[in-house]
């Protein structure tokens, strides 16, 4: 089985670490990065080929910006969207349009995604 490979990027420094710390020792997932700065995000997802990125969520109820240029030019990525200041997370993906749903902010919730069988919360328009 092909491992499921994670680029963690973005701000909060802690926020990054305690993401890696709770998925690394995953063994159906490989971190292929990390990533502090947004404006080094672009040539990361370029040089690792991740299936997911994870990012920290600024305002619950909108797509980081420069996550819909990753998707319009990676629409195989998923993204997961953290933030842990209000307990939130939401799952973003391509197709025709970028979809998201809330999903459990928690390990199990985040893990769920990862690997597809996330159980959303909420439809997020």
């Given at each position: 089985m092909k491992?499921?490979?994670v680029l963690v990027a973005n701000r909060p420094r802690l926020m990054r670490e305690l993401v890696i710390a709770t998925i690394s020792d995953q063994?159906?997932?490989?971190?292929?990065?990390?990533?502090p700065e947004e404006s080094g995000i672009e040539s990361a997802v370029e040089?690792?080929?991740?299936?997911?990125?994870?990012?920290?969520?600024?305002?619950?109820?909108?797509?980081?910006?420069?996550c819909q240029g990753i998707l319009q030019n990676h629409p195989q990525i998923k993204?997961?969207?953290?933030?842990?200041?209000?307990?939130?997370?939401v799952f973003y993906w391509a197709s025709l349009r970028v979809q998201s749903n809330q999903i459990e902010a928690s390990?199990?919730?985040?893990?769920?995604?990862?690997?597809?069988?996330?159980?959303?919360?909420a439809r997020l328009q």
């Open positions: 491992a499921i490979r063994p159906d997932i490989e971190i292929v990065g990390e990533i040089q690792t080929q991740p299936d997911f990125l994870i990012v920290a969520l600024d305002r619950q109820d909108r797509l980081p910006e420069f993204i997961i969207a953290i933030a842990s200041d209000r307990n939130s997370t390990e199990a919730g985040v893990l769920n995604a990862l690997r597809g069988i996330a159980q959303p919360t």
